[in-house]
């Protein structure tokens, strides 16, 4: 009995493990792209932290801002209120002050904070600012060339193209004036700048009180 010829064109079954290789072989791009889609899942939730978490720090930074010049603004108007008060050694009223007596007076009635009553005190609390940093509000610091510590003290009223305009009891026109910090004079006296707003370590709050009528 004769073999029957081959069928040509007939359909080839591959055998059973090229099959299971190509089966496992797209199921593990199946896994690699869902890996890369879930770690890029991963990386975008972690931009959109970093994100917002930068953009709340800025927002931060910006309402601490706003929020210390209305401060800043009030003592300035308070030292301002003073020009003209009669000096007095020891003083601290309207009928005659010093000029820490300035310092202390202002600052408790403009936003409430009880500063030390000398100058060298008042040179110790807040936090100290380099004079091209000064802002209103600011206090600056004096020495007489032969003296070792802190003998004058002023309230910086406005800065204007990098002038730095300071009010303080003048011993000298015996009164409450503002004078520029780039003359020569309190130039060669100037030892540093504090900065008390808004209100750190070492600070007394003791809540804003009614202007002086005395």
Not at 128 to 153: M, W, Y
């Amino acid at each position: 009995m004769s073999r029957l010829p081959p069928v040509r064109g007939m359909l080839r079954i591959p055998k059973q493990g090229r099959g299971f290789r190509c089966k496992r072989s797209l199921l593990g791009r199946e896994r690699g792209i869902s890996l890369i889609h879930k770690v890029g899942q991963g990386i975008g939730i972690g931009l959109l932290w970093v994100v917002f978490w930068g953009c709340s720090s800025q927002r931060a930074a910006v309402d601490s801002r706003k929020g210390e010049k209305p401060l800043a603004e009030a003592v300035a108007a308070v030292a301002r209120s003073y020009l003209g008060t009669p000096y007095r050694y020891g003083g601290m009223d309207r009928k005659g002050m010093d000029c820490s007596g300035l310092a202390y007076r202002v600052y408790q009635e403009a936003v409430g904070i009880e500063l030390p009553r000398t100058a060298d005190g008042q040179a110790l609390i807040g936090k100290p600012v380099k004079q091209d940093q000064l802002r209103p509000g600011d206090l600056v610091f004096f020495r007489e060339p032969q003296s070792r510590k802190i003998t004058h003290v002023g309230i910086v009223s406005r800065v204007q193209k990098g002038e730095v305009k300071f009010i303080h009891a003048s011993t000298g026109r015996r009164q409450v004036v503002e004078d520029s910090l780039m003359e020569p004079h309190w130039q060669s006296r100037f030892v540093g700048a504090r900065r008390l707003l808004p209100p750190s370590k070492g600070v007394a709050h003791t809540g804003p009180r009614g202007r002086s009528k005395s």
